[in-house]
């Protein structure tokens, strides 16, 4: 039965009483510590707002809203040595997860080279323990404060208080109101995308490809240094079953965005992934709004898409699930758009790693292309700018549930530029025009928040 609620403004006193408590206790010098608390609701991103750390993380589960978690400082950091591929990477990983233990972060979309110098700050790949987090959970919220065992039982346990006596407990009533923002460019413009896109239909009339997945980036100027909690404050209200994430390990650069796109869960040794791809508007009224979701599920060019998705998918969890579950195609419906969707689940073959199971299906043909490996070549050579952690891996890992979403639908914010990135699949059958407009629909509710300026 859980105690009752303590005041958040007297969670410093309690948490560093409960430090000294524990400090002659008996440990392991691996591994961590959780210390965690029942505690008020907070508003979560005005709490991460505040805080004197470079580190602060913001993941919240897709769908109720229930589950989130606001981390902030660093307890333990892991990033990889160089060119270590996943697999190796979440072996050292998963060695130091424990109960209630979970290590927040992301992959980069070209996980195996360096991504552009806006991306610097997060690496190829990097998961962090946080040193404190806020987490709400079925409608109760808890604090937590994570140190390493050797700091605990040793003298490094003054500098765990100290961060603890930094921590900022007292916080705002709201958002200020941002400042606008002025809009740049595209990369590509719209007529060297409508040259790009002609050229990938080329290659797939030839052949050589059976789809591939393009991404466009509008810029925009940030002089009055737009706040990215507030922006994702208004993310979030736009009430998209999508997780909302949001990150910065250096307190200047920040990767924030609300995705639809489920990579996989696991818990246990279920494994649940899913297909996303083919997109339409939602209409004004339901029955509008019927009609073009009944014109998806009946789109020859939108089912072959989703087709690819689904059957590289299915292939891939073969040698790793026994058996693969599919469901019927339906519709996933956001705010302003709506997908073709198919859950795909199985049970994981004993001593399967999330590192082995990112190998296998990262990144999937929804962002990417088939075949893979032609594709990936196709963009690094074509695409003008870095995607970085744009269509990436955001989530977290932990012993027995991991969650991992595909950065899709986000932006990279720091003082100086804001880009807003989104894609589109091309298959036989696409027309550039229209894959134009699906991307600016897709990302229709950036523009909204970000009140920008021509």
């Not at 105690?3 to 206790?25: G, Q, W």
């Not at 100290?162 to 590509?188: D, N």
């Not at 699949?425 to 920008?452: A, C, F, H, N, T």
């Amino acid at each position: 039965m859980d105690k009752k609620p303590v005041p958040f403004d007297e969670l410093k006193n309690i948490i560093l009483k409960n430090i000294n408590k524990n400090r002659t206790k008996k440990r392991s010098e691996s591994g961590f510590s959780r210390f965690e608390f029942r505690t008020e609701t907070i508003d979560p991103l005005l709490w991460l707002k505040v805080q004197p750390v470079k580190e602060k993380i913001y993941f919240e589960h897709r769908g109720t809203g229930e589950h989130s978690v606001a981390g902030a400082g660093c307890s333990y950091q892991i990033t990889p040595d160089p060119g270590e591929d996943l697999t190796s990477y979440f072996k050292r990983l998963t060695s130091i997860l424990s109960d209630g233990i979970r290590l927040y972060g992301g992959i980069s979309f070209f996980k195996d080279i360096p991504a552009g110098s806006e991306w610097e700050s997060f690496g190829r790949f990097k998961f962090i323990l946080p040193r404190f987090e806020y987490v709400r959970k079925d409608n109760k919220a808890y604090f937590a404060v994570n140190i390493s065992n050797s700091e605990l039982m040793g003298d490094e346990i003054s500098g765990v208080e100290k961060e603890v006596e930094g921590i900022v407990f007292t916080i705002p009533k709201s958002h200020k109101k941002s400042g606008k923002c002025s809009f740049i460019k595209y990369t590509p413009e719209k007529a060297g995308w409508i040259a790009t896109i002609s050229s990938y239909l080329e290659k797939i009339k030839n052949g050589e490809i059976e789809k591939i997945v393009a991404a466009r980036r509008m810029e925009f100027s940030n002089p009055f240094n737009v706040d990215p909690f507030k922006l994702m404050s208004d993310l979030k209200r736009t009430g998209d079953f999508a997780a909302h994430f949001l990150l910065t390990f250096n307190g200047e650069d920040y990767f924030s965005g609300s995705t639809p796109e489920r990579l996989f869960h696991r818990d246990g040794e279920l494994l649940t992934t899913e297909s996303v791809a083919g997109t339409a508007k939602r209409g004004s009224d339901k029955t509008k709004d019927k009609l073009y979701g009944d014109q998806l599920l009946d789109s020859k060019k939108e089912t072959l898409e989703h087709d690819f998705v689904t059957n590289d998918i299915v292939n891939k969890l073969h040698p790793i699930c026994e058996p693969v579950a599919i469901s019927e195609r339906v519709l996933l419906k956001l705010s302003d758009l709506q997908h073709l969707y198919r859950r795909i689940s199985g049970k994981l073959k004993k001593g399967v790693t999330d590192g082995e199971i990112l190998e296998k299906l990262f990144p999937t043909p929804a962002v990417s292309g088939l075949p893979l490996k032609k594709c990936l070549e196709i963009l690094q050579k074509e695409e003008q700018f870095s995607r970085g952690w744009y269509a990436g891996i955001v989530g977290f890992a932990g012993k027995d549930i991991s969650d991992y979403y595909v950065g899709i639908r986000s932006m990279l914010i720091n003082s100086e530029k804001i880009y807003v990135y989104s894609g589109a699949g091309i298959v036989k059958g696409s027309d550039p025009e229209r894959e134009w407009e699906e991307i600016d629909l897709k990302i229709k509710k950036y523009k909204k928040i970000l009140k920008y300026e021509n």
